[in-house]
Each structure stands twice: as structure tokens, then as C-alpha cells.
């Protein structure tokens, strides 16, 4: 069943296709470090980019962060994700991993990334290799030197607005002094900084353009061939930074300078893309990055810029830090979550049948939203991702075991409620609350459940290796005795929906 696409998709495509047209057959002009121009747009269009070239971070730290990424490629620890997009299923041309607090998730293009927890105080994690032990206890070490790089430019960024001083350009390297970034920023204090620069997770990107026979041609400005398509990062907390890690995997003889008889940028070298978003007035930019380097997108910049990635010719990897926006995508909460609905069940029968204690329209409602989020945010977004997170860590094991048991007494709860509305004697009116609070979640259960397990069955899943095929989990045939309800709802959604013709005045 194909998704119809949200509101917010639907008005995207439409700018998308608005600016195409009135691009026609011409390009976008954009900048690269050889135009005379470059750093003085960057100074005013782009104050709050910030890039550190690879000479001002520590060698140590590029030697044991440059390892890490080898080790967890070493052990095949990074996927390509199959994501959702407009309603359809593509596979991305980059492979990830996510690294962060332990509990903690990610969600872009409709896939909740579980992590794989580095060693924080406290952490109980246990790795499958020691070698992927230090490369996890290694990106929270960057994590570190990231946030406290980030919480200093942000420092910059508001005494050089405060004194009203416009900066220069926005570069570190050998040759260039450190210097701020200048523009709009409301003088905050130093725990609001920390806070969008507390990067809870890093997501971790690879990609070898060599091997992958098609990559999309940038559509605005004629940039090239680009790995990761124009986008804002998806589902941070408001106005936080990011700071991504860089390593192109070319050997120090193959580095050199832009041939400034090219046009535009250097294709065999990778690049950040920058636009404002939906412009057309201003040029983007195109910047290098080299092996080490780090870029910064400050306060708004990734509400109010698009970003892309250009390939080059030699693998690259990248960590790219986040302050996740976790209010409804942590374990803690969903086992929250999962205790607020089972605190309507009364009593429980050795069979696994339950009474209820409310029959309330607002619990019904509430614990059949609940049972909707467990089912279709967490246990099959993970067993869609395949056995993959076996890879590192079992550290996810237990926990989507207890998921599923609650989900399992959520399937009992639903019963004990279908008992209820068909129950003789039971006042219309009251029938009609129960009915009306419960037919959406039901109707909505019953349509992700058909669209979830036709997206485990597509084409493009049973290509995928073994440890990564998605599994259709919790799945169960008809007349299976352990559960109450069957696993299609269409008989009993078309039965509720005659209940409540029946109860309507």
C-alpha cells in the first residue's frame, strides 16, 4: 500500500519543482576558495559556517579517530539504510552507524536509528570486539573536543555581535588566524550554549563513489555528482549546532590544490555544499575538505540553509555530531510510555486475558495511541533494520524483548476493550465514546501494518544481505492461539465501523 505523502513533502516537491522551473536550462552560480569572492559571501551570507582545517585539530586525535572509522568498516558495522521517501523505498548510496548515549535513537527519512552506546559514566555496554570498544570510547573523545571547539565559536560568534563587529573570513588552518563569525545572535548565557552544543549522538557516513555505478547530478548550480542530496538535518533540538569530522581516505601525494583552470569545483576532491534555502539570488558555495577537516553549522544555520555533499574520487567517512531532539525517542521514554497504558489493566488471567480498570473515552484513546507508537516507532522500525545492531553491541536485546511483552499485554488491552463494545446492554452513548476513541487508532494500526509488511517484501529488501533483511516483527498467522486479535484488522475495523453507524442518533 503506498503512503500518500505529508503536507510538509507535498509543499517540498512543489518548491523543488517551482525553483527547477524557473531555473529552466541555466545554472546557479556558486563559489569555490579560487573565486576572489568566495570568502567575502562566505562572510555575509554564511556567518555562522565554520570551517577548522585539519592542521589546527590535534594529531593524536586524527590518528585514533582516522582508526576508528577503519575498525568499524574493518567489521562491517556500518549499513546502508533502506529509507522512505515520498512513500517509496530507496537504499542509501551512504552507509551509517549511529554512536551516542545509550537509549537514545535518530530519525530521518521515516527510519528510527537505534545507537550503538559509547562508554559513558555508567554505561553497562558490552561490545562484540574490543577493537569496537576503543573505537566507540574514541568518538565520544571527539564528541568532547567537538563540543568544547563548538561552545568556543559560539562564544565568538556572540562577543563579535555584542561589539558589533563584522568578522572576517570564517577559516582555521596554518595560514589563516582564529577569528568569529558575526551576524544575528540573541546574547545567550553560557548554559545555553552548552546545551546546543551537548551532542548526544554522532551519525557515521561512508561512502567509496567508486563503487557505486550511480550518483545524482546536483540540479541547481552544476556542482557535480553528489553523495548525500540537498537537505536540512532532520529532528535536532532547535537552533543546535552540528559539527561533522571529515576523513577522505586519500594518501598525502594525492592532495593537491584546485587546478585554477577548472571550472567550478574540483570534482576528484569532496566538498560541503551550501545554499540558502530556496534562493536564487545568491551564490552557493562549494567548500574542499581535505583529510581531518571539521565544519561547524551554528545557531540557525541548518534552519535556514540546505546542505549537500559532493563526492570526489577516494572513500570518505564522516562523523557528523548532534544534539538529538530525544523527547519522544529515548528507551526511558517509550518505557514510559508503555507503564501508562498497562496501568489500565485491572487484572490479568493466567491465559493472558485481562479486565479493565477504566473505560473512560480519554484511557482508551490514550493507551490505543501508545500501542500504535511501541508497534510502529520502535519494535518494527528495529526489526525492519534486520539483525544489524547484532553486529556491535547486544546492548538493544533486552530492551526490545521488554517492548514486546508490553506490546504483547497492549494486544490483550484492545481485546478486553473490542469485549466491551460488544457487549450487550451497554448504553448507545457510551458505545459511541468507546467507538469513537478507539476506531482511528485501530483503522491506523490496521494500514501500517499492510504498508510495513509490504516494505519487508519489496523488491529492493530481498536484495539486501542476510544480517540486513528486514524481518516483519511482531508477525503472526491467523487462529495463532498465544495472540487475542488476528494480525489483519480488516474484518474487525469494518465491524467497529458498523457498531458505530448502529450507535449514532
Known sequence: MKRTPTAEEREREA???RLLEELEDTWLPYLTPKDDEFYQQWQLKYPKLILREAASVPELLHKEVQQAFLTLHK????????????????LTPVSRILIGNPGCTYKYLNTRLFTVPWPVKGSDAKYNEAEIAVACQTFLKL??????????ALEELAAKEKANIDAVPVCIGP??????????????????????????VTLLNFMDPQKMPYLKEEPYFGMGKMAVSWHHDENLVDRSAVAVYSYSCEGPEEESEDDPQLEGRDPDIWHVGFKISWDIETPGLAIPLHQGDCYFMLDDLNATHQHCVLAGLPPRFSSTHRVAECSTGTLEYILQRCQVALQNVREEADNGEISLKSLESVVLKQGEEIHNEVEFEWL??????????KKCTDWWCQPMSQLEEMWRKMEWLTSAVLREVRREGVPMEQKNEMLTSILASITTRQNLRRE?????QSRIARTLPADQKPECR?????????????FDLTEIV????????????
Open 75 to 90: 567489521h562491517g558495522c556500518l549499513f546502508r539504510d533502506l529509507v522512505r521517501i515520498q512513500g517509496k523505498d530507496l
Open 452 to 456: 510495513w509488511h509490504a516494505r519487508c
Open 15 to 17: 518548491k523543488k519543482l
Open 143 to 152: 564528541n568532547s573536543y567537538l563540543q568544547v571547539e563548538t561552545i568556543q
Open 175 to 200: 595560514d589563516f588566524p582564529r577569528v568569529g563569525m558575526g551576524s544575528s545572535f540573541d546574547g545567550h548565557d553560557e548554559i545555553d550554549m552548552k546545551n546546543r552544543a551537548a551532542y548526544n
Open 474 to 486: 511482531p508477525y503472526w498467522e491467523k487462529g495463532d492461539p498465544s495472540m487475542p486479535l488476528p
Open 380 to 389: 518494527r522500525q528495529f526489526w525492519f533494520q534486520g539483525s544489524r545492531y
Open 494 to 505: 469494518s465491524e467497529l465501523r458498523g457498531l458505530l453507524l448502529e450507535t449514532r442518533p
